[in-house]
């Protein structure tokens, strides 16, 4: 599996949270949605310093 880039993870980060909003009232998968999106900004992020150091 490749990496993904920087850009790419904050897309997913984005399509999650669109989704997390949708599910108003189902607040355990709203809060499983928010972690996935969580992970994918860290991801980000560490592959925003691994491109800039």
Do not use: C, F, K, Y
């Amino acid at each position: 599996m490749a990496v993904p880039t920087e850009d790419q993870a904050i897309a997913n980060a984005a399509r999650l949270l669109e989704r997390a909003e949708s599910e108003l009232t189902n607040l355990p998968l709203m809060a499983r949605l928010e972690g996935l999106a969580d992970s994918w900004l860290s991801l980000a992020r560490l592959l925003h310093d691994r491109e800039h150091t």
